[in-house]
């Protein structure tokens, strides 16, 4: 099982950017694909960005062009830079595996895009 936990949410203005952190203990991560998802208020949680353990990335179409999801095997952390933020942006992000692992979800790190 792998345990998971978030950092680098806050508050930002339209335009701006901020680099999300998931750090991952537990298990083997370089073993696993990583994701990040995302939950707005009263909508499911959809995934964002993806990244395979050989390091090809996919992105949902919302987020191409402005969104970066990378690993660091060594530091058993996947990040996500996010540039050029907009309101509708606004959510709790999640990392977890591709797919994802239910007992592996953690808190989350709330982004919110607002002038």
């Known amino acids: 099982q792998v345990q998971l936990v978030e950092s680098g949410g806050g508050l930002v203005q339209p335009g701006g950017s901020l680099r999300l952190s998931c750090t991952a203990s537990?298990?083997?991560?370089?073993?696993?694909?990583m994701g990040w998802y995302r939950q707005a208020p009263g909508k499911q949680r959809d995934l964002v960005a993806g990244v395979t353990t050989g390091g090809k990335t996919t992105y949902t179409d919302s987020v191409k062009g402005r969104f970066t999801i990378s690993r660091d095997n060594a530091k058993n952390t996947v990040y996500l830079q996010m540039n050029s933020l907009r309101p509708e942006d606004t959510a709790v992000y999640y990392c977890n595996l591709v797919p994802p692992s239910t007992r592996s979800w953690g808190q989350g790190t709330q982004v919110t895009v607002s002038s």
């Open positions: 537990g298990s083997i991560f370089s073993g696993y694909a």
